[in-house]
């Protein structure tokens, strides 16, 4: 079983020199390390909606040729989280709402089916797994370590598609997701949205444990539904990251 200081571990925001040493490791293919890395900068908004991704800029930051850069935006292009406009530029793409409720719709139907599922099982080593995640969130929370505590947030989700034996279905969502997440880093910093994710993730290990599909299922619908229920406003702030 993980420990609270594995997980802690685990969601350790990389510094700059394993960053760097990342996108050296010659013990992987490159195109996949370059795709990792943006991938994640464009989650983070670290790269916002607009940012242009020079071909050339890329290969000298990375030390890599123009076939791995281009295969990496290619990649990323197909989960529609960049734009390429031959012979002109590669720009992030803006947020795409109307991706963001099918990434919504996708994650809801598999989920609540797991978490049925999961009520069933009557697994004690998965409800110390799952109070795990959340004592550790609970201390993100109050340390204001959004980042970690997204990846927590991540962890808690992915342990229910483990136990319900569909990890392949965790990699198919997590793969639409990059529009739904970006969207959720920006409500993120929202005073009192960690600790009410916390709370909505203690219902549903409440409902589980207790062996209630229906509430487990109420719980985790009514969890997921806050992904875009600040949508609009977010939108006004920023509306040039956004599109329909």
Do not use: C
């Not at 739904?180 to 929202?190: A, S, T, V």
């Not at 985790?220 to 329909?244: G, M, N």
Request: a neutral charge; hydrophobic letters at 40%.
């Amino acid at each position: 079983m993980d420990t609270v200081s594995s997980l802690l571990a685990r969601t350790a925001p990389l510094n700059a020199e394993q960053q760097d040493k990342l996108a050296r490791d010659r013990s992987r293919q490159a195109a996949p390390q370059v795709f990792e890395h943006l991938r994640e900068k464009i989650i983070a908004l670290e790269l916002p909606p607009g940012t242009v991704l020079s071909r050339t800029e890329l290969q000298l930051r990375f030390g890599l040729s123009s076939t791995p850069i281009r295969d990496a935006l290619m990649r990323l292009a197909e989960e529609s989280l960049v734009e390429i406009f031959p012979q002109h530029a590669t720009r992030v793409s803006p947020i795409d709402l109307t991706l963001t409720q099918q990434a919504h719709f996708l994650r809801r139907s598999i989920e609540t089916e797991a978490v049925q599922l999961l009520t069933r099982q009557h697994d004690a080593a998965l409800i110390a797994r799952l109070r795990e995640i959340l004592q550790l969130q609970r201390g993100l929370a109050e340390s204001g370590d959004l980042a970690r505590f997204n990846d927590a947030d991540q962890a808690f989700h992915r342990e229910i598609y483990l136990a319900a034996a569909v990890p392949d279905l965790w990699t198919l969502v997590r793969r639409h997701s990059g529009h739904i997440d970006r969207l959720r880093r920006l409500y993120l910093p929202i005073e009192g949205r960690p600790q009410q994710i916390v709370a909505d993730h203690t219902a549903i290990v409440d409902a589980i444990e207790s062996g209630d599909p229906e509430h487990a299922r109420a719980a985790l619908r009514h969890h997921l539904s806050r992904s875009l229920t600040d949508s609009a406003t977010i939108r006004a702030k920023y509306p040039a990251w956004f599109r329909d």
